[in-house]
């Protein structure tokens, strides 16, 4: 069962902004284990400026539940990149996606903020819940699958053994570089409907993001043995088939599957950052 508070109080000294949205704040359960700290430095922050109800959702029906009764009220996340990930997949489910801007106050380490991090929300929290207050909404793109999943960060195929530090843009370097080997899978790669790689040749890595302010996916193709060359494209819609595959999406390993489609959506969904 969710743990849901009633909410914040609120200093009498410090009245939200003149119209400023009540927030709903959705604390992920990892966050204070992974800092206490911080979270208790969020809420005091965003409750000395807005009309905050917090809420500790422990399962995707819990926050399915809570956010379509949410009413004004707009969501702000206290966690991960993942708990990121799971709001925003909630909200697309439920067509709310393009209702309005999302907060968010990163907690965590190392790669589960990476995302948060290049985004451009600061990892501090004071920053970050005043960021939350005070902002400027920014559109933003994803990838969606076929099988409705949202991706915010990037796919890889295979997925990584080991944890990687640094940020998405050393990340990828790292692809590009694709200095860790993995087993080969054979795969067919099509982008746009053109194909990047003959059916069933053996592919070292298989890499795709949608870069800030870009419409357009980057997709990164490594085939394997001699002569396997980095192949890079943009493309709008990616599709990878094989007899079986599993990949990672935003971090988090998914399939086998036998064919998986992503489509770039530009502008689908709005952040509050630091004006």
């Known amino acids: 069962m969710s743990s849901l508070s009633t909410p914040a109080p609120r200093p009498s000294d410090a009245a939200g902004p003149p119209g400023g949205a009540p927030l709903l704040v959705l604390l992920d359960p990892a966050a204070k284990e992974a800092d206490g700290e911080a979270v208790r430095i969020a809420r005091d922050?965003?409750?000395?400026?807005?009309?905050?109800?917090?809420v500790v959702p422990e399962s995707a029906g819990e926050l399915d539940r809570v956010l379509a009764h949410r009413g004004r009220r707009r969501p702000v996340v206290v966690g991960s990149d993942l708990a990121l990930q799971r709001v925003v997949?909630?909200?697309?489910?439920?067509?709310?996606?393009?209702?309005?801007?999302?907060?968010?106050?990163?907690?965590?380490?190392?790669?589960a903020v990476l995302l948060a991090r290049s985004l451009g929300v600061?990892?501090?929290?004071?920053?970050?819940?005043?960021?939350?207050?005070?902002?400027v909404p920014r559109q933003l793109g994803l990838l969606l699958d076929d099988g409705d999943g949202v991706v915010l960060g990037e796919v890889r195929i295979p997925g990584r053994r080991q944890s990687h530090s640094g940020g998405w843009r050393s990340l990828w370097a790292k692809l590009i570089a694709a200095e860790q080997v993995d087993q080969s899978a054979r795969l067919r790669v099509e982008a746009d409907g053109r194909a990047l790689t003959a059916a069933g040749r053996p592919l070292r890595l298989v890499a795709l993001r949608l870069p800030v302010e870009s419409a357009m996916a980057e997709v990164l193709v490594r085939p394997s043995g001699p002569g396997g060359a980095l192949l890079r494209v943009r493309a709008s819609s990616v599709t990878v088939a094989g007899r079986t595959f599993g990949y990672e999406a935003d971090g988090c390993p998914t399939g086998p599957v036998l064919t998986r489609t992503w489509t770039a959506k530009p502008d689908a969904w709005g952040l509050l950052l630091p004006a």
């Open 45 to 54: 922050v965003l409750a000395g400026g807005a009309d905050v109800k917090v």
């Open 89 to 111: 997949q909630a909200l697309h489910q439920q067509r709310e996606l393009g209702a309005g801007p999302l907060g968010l106050v990163p907690v965590g380490h190392g790669r």
């Open 122 to 135: 600061p990892l501090e929290p004071v920053a970050a819940a005043r960021a939350v207050l005070a902002g």
